[in-house]
């Protein structure tokens, strides 16, 4: 049995001094900024939510849930990721948006073992000898719901 070599199609972005992806099959587009409304008690890296075009969506910024500082000197650059995982869809707040890249299922590795966030990632693509993390979306929202089920508890909200 031979094994498939699939050409994928990624989006490369900086979050922080990170340069991560995802799969543009998982982007439905790139906005600029707006402002969110914030909703107390949760994690950090839940900003707030977002509307467009009528639907409500959270907005996760990513530098806050992989600790790194925003390094994005100028407003213009940062970006909004509207990014989707079935049926769940979310704004992803990133620093700057980079370019697409096309490379072949051969190419995706495990994630770098020993990494605290490497459940949030689906693996690594190298693309010209640089190893990028590839974004597990669904874990990723798991992450967050998670996060704010713990804080909500440790505040002493009920959950039933």
């Known amino acids: 049995m031979t094994e498939t070599n699939t050409e994928l199609t990624i989006l490369t972005f900086r979050v922080g001094k ?7 099959s998982d982007i439905n587009e790139i ?15 839940l900003e707030g939510f977002i509307s467009l075009r009528n639907q409500i ?9 992989f600790g790194t500082s925003s390094t994005s000197t100028e407003l213009f650059e940062e ?4 990014a989707h995982n079935g049926d769940l869809s979310a704004a992803l707040h990133v620093d700057a948006v980079g370019e697409t890249q096309t490379y072949t ?17 689906s693996g690594q693509i190298i693309v ?3 190893a990028i993390p590839l974004i597990n979306l ?5 992450t967050i ?3 704010n089920t713990q804080i909500r508890k440790q505040a002493g909200y009920s959950l039933s």
Request: charged share 15%; with cysteine; hydrophobic share 40%.
């Open 18 to 24: 990170k340069l991560m992806c995802l799969s543009i």
């Open 31 to 45: 906005i600029e900024p707006v402002a969110p409304t914030h909703v107390p008690v949760t994690d950090k890296a």
């Open 57 to 65: 969506l959270p907005l996760v910024r990513l530098s806050e849930l």
């Open 79 to 82: 970006k909004y990721l509207i």
């Open 105 to 121: 299922s051969k190419s995706l590795l495990p994630s770098e073992p020993g990494t605290t966030d490497s459940s949030l990632f």
């Open 128 to 130: 010209n000898g640089i």
């Open 138 to 142: 669904h874990q990723l929202f798991a």
């Open 145 to 147: 719901a998670q996060k």
